[in-house]
């Protein structure tokens, strides 16, 4: 015996599914399938990505890639912006780039609550996380606006950044992660 889909009855109705009724234009099924499908599709994308969490509240610039959350200490994931002590040559002078980095995350804060999506944590025991403000993805802003590298993200944003010549990219300077080995502790 070889089945060959639900039986429908003479007034349109299968034994065996009995919500699959017959319509003027067809099974009502198919728009429903396609409902559920819509609406599990947005559920599943507002869900946190699987392993992370989201810390939210005021946070403490520490330099151009950390800051702290509460008793989290957070590192910028995707991005490297120059230390603290670093400077860049621009026009033939050297500027306090590190400095700067600081400061323009700052503003990019602005004193705004943060909301930090973290899922690892670096060598130090930072947090590595992707943190929004006012609805700015701030570790896109700081590589897309020169203050920061890509660091193994974000390289998009960099290369529109040396494109046109913003922040770090307007003179010249010494990757973050190179500097950081010159310049040890």
Do not use: K
Request: proline share 4%; glycine share 12%.
């Amino acid at each position: 015996m070889t089945f060959d889909g639900p039986r429908i009855s003479r007034r349109g109705r299968s034994r065996h599914a009995p919500f699959l009724r017959r319509r003027r234009g067809g099974l009502l099924a198919p728009a429903v399938v396609a409902g559920l499908v819509v609406a599990a599709a947005l559920f599943w994308q507002a869900l946190e990505p699987l392993g992370r969490t989201t810390a939210t509240g005021f946070a403490r610039v520490m330099d151009g890639d950390s800051l702290r959350l509460g008793a989290s200490e957070i590192r910028l994931e995707g991005i490297d912006a120059p230390e603290l002590a670093q400077t860049c040559i621009r026009s033939g002078r050297e500027v306090p780039c590190g400095r700067e980095a600081r400061a323009r995350l700052a503003a990019l804060i602005g004193g705004r609550e943060v909301a930090c999506s973290m899922g690892r944590t670096d060598q130090y025991g930072r947090q590595l996380a992707r943190c929004r403000a006012d609805g700015i993805d701030i570790n896109a802003a700081m590589v897309s606006e020169g203050h920061a590298v890509a660091y193994g993200d974000y390289e998009a944003q960099e290369r529109d950044a040396r494109a046109a010549a913003r922040g770090m990219w307007a003179g010249s300077f010494q990757r973050p992660q190179d500097w950081r080995r010159d310049h040890p502790r």
